[in-house]
């Protein structure tokens, strides 16, 4: 049975529309830009190719548009975590429960927020003005301390350490730490690729495999299959619409000789690099483990143990 919203737990006004954020479902989009000042919000929906609606209530303004082909939702939430809470759980209720009969969604919706704003520094080295973003936040306010789930969200191991290296005063609120999104700072599968490029790890001990070789420039040169240590090919490419052409053709003459028996597909890059433009994105060791064979299993299980 779906759970049931009382209008003491959620607050819907008479046009349909969210309590503070005065939004309606069909307003918000699955990525949402989240800023503090109502002023920053007119800032980031200038950049959009279209407007779709815009809604102002108090310090809560919200602009829904299309930029670069994505719908996106950008909200002002004023300061303070207390705001914060106040704006993400009407935006979750706008994807997740239905303002008709007040019940949870079956299935539910993934929303994706990047908060944009600014901060002071510590570091010299950081001249005003630097555009960072932060792999961990830590929160003093003890918001997240009241919700279910707390634990499973949080870096337990770094709050231990966090709270001995301060000698931590257990009258005040209990620290949390939460990890940024990997997909903002080690996902692969990156949305700006416009050349053909092969997504390469750094592999050691290796046998049989396939290298890439390249220059400065990162434009692979050659291809070989050696037993050494170096950039390997991945399996994970992009390839540019003009090279994907190229390469089908080469395929299609490998077929028509009949000469493709033990032949990867890949083959058709390597013995035709000459004519191809092809480039490497260097990926961080790991983060890509081929399994060739039982060898290449075990070495990813000794890997592995070294996350648990």
């Given at each position: 049975?779906?759970?049931?919203?009382?209008?003491?737990?959620?607050?819907?006004?008479?046009?349909?529309s969210?309590?503070?954020?005065?939004?309606?479902?069909?307003?918000?989009?699955?990525?949402?830009?989240?800023?503090?000042?109502?002023?920053?919000?007119?800032?980031?929906?200038?950049?959009?190719?279209?407007?779709?609606?815009?809604?102002?209530?108090?310090?809560?303004k919200?602009?829904?548009?299309?930029?670069?082909?994505?719908?996106?939702?950008?909200?002002?939430t004023?300061?303070?975590?207390?705001?914060?809470?106040?704006?993400?759980n009407?935006?979750?209720?706008?994807?997740?429960?239905?303002?008709?009969?007040?019940?949870?969604?079956?299935?539910?919706?993934?929303?994706?927020?990047?908060?944009?704003?600014?901060?002071?520094?510590?570091?010299?080295?950081?001249?005003?003005?630097?555009?960072i973003?932060?792999?961990k936040?830590?929160?003093?306010d003890?918001?997240?301390?009241f919700?279910?789930?707390?634990?499973?969200?949080?870096?337990?191991?770094?709050?231990?350490?966090?709270?001995?290296?301060?000698?931590?005063?257990?009258?005040?609120?209990?620290?949390?730490?939460?990890?940024?999104?990997?997909?903002?700072f080690?996902?692969?599968?990156?949305?700006?690729?416009?050349?053909?490029?092969y997504?390469?790890?750094?592999?050691?001990?290796?046998?049989?495999?396939?290298?890439?070789?390249?220059?400065?420039?990162?434009?692979?040169?050659?291809?070989?299959?050696?037993?050494?240590?170096?950039?390997?090919?991945?399996?994970?490419?992009?390839?540019?619409?003009?090279?994907?052409?190229?390469?089908?053709?080469?395929?299609?003459?490998?077929?028509?000789?009949?000469e493709?028996?033990?032949?990867?597909?890949?083959?058709?890059?390597?013995d035709?690099i000459?004519?191809?433009?092809?480039?490497?994105?260097?990926?961080?060791?790991?983060?890509?483990?081929?399994?060739?064979?039982?060898?290449?299993?075990?070495?990813?299980?000794?890997?592995?143990?070294?996350?648990?």
């Amino acid at each position: 049975m779906s759970k049931y919203f009382a209008p003491s737990e959620l607050i819907i006004n008479q046009d349909g529309s969210v309590f503070h954020l005065h939004l309606h479902p069909e307003h918000l989009a699955d990525k949402i830009i989240l800023v503090g000042d109502p002023g920053r919000v007119s800032q980031v929906s200038s950049h959009f190719e279209s407007i779709e609606c815009e809604v102002s209530n108090r310090e809560f303004k919200s602009v829904t548009g299309v930029y670069k082909g994505k719908r996106i939702t950008v909200v002002s939430t004023g300061i303070g975590c207390d705001n914060i809470d106040i704006v993400v759980n009407e935006l979750d209720a706008l994807a997740n429960i239905d303002f008709d009969t007040r019940e949870e969604k079956e299935n539910l919706r993934q929303l994706t927020f990047v908060r944009i704003g600014t901060c002071g520094g510590l570091q010299e080295y950081v001249p005003t003005g630097t555009y960072i973003a932060s792999e961990k936040s830590i929160g003093f306010d003890g918001l997240l301390n009241f919700y279910a789930g707390r634990n499973e969200a949080c870096d337990l191991e770094f709050e231990a350490a966090f709270k001995k290296h301060m000698n931590w005063n257990e009258l005040l609120g209990a620290p949390y730490v939460i990890d940024a999104d990997n997909y903002l700072f080690k996902n692969m599968f990156k949305t700006d690729v416009t050349r053909s490029t092969y997504f390469s790890v750094y592999r050691e001990d290796c046998e049989n495999e396939w290298f890439l070789l390249y220059g400065d420039d990162y434009k692979v040169q050659d291809i070989i299959v050696d037993s050494k240590a170096g950039r390997i090919l991945s399996g994970v490419s992009f390839w540019d619409k003009p090279t994907a052409k190229k390469i089908v053709k080469f395929i299609d003459k490998a077929y028509k000789s009949g000469e493709f028996v033990n032949l990867y597909w890949d083959n058709m890059v390597k013995d035709n690099i000459n004519e191809l433009d092809v480039y490497v994105e260097e990926l961080e060791p790991n983060s890509i483990y081929e399994i060739d064979s039982v060898k290449d299993y075990k070495k990813l299980e000794e890997i592995l143990k070294g996350y648990e």
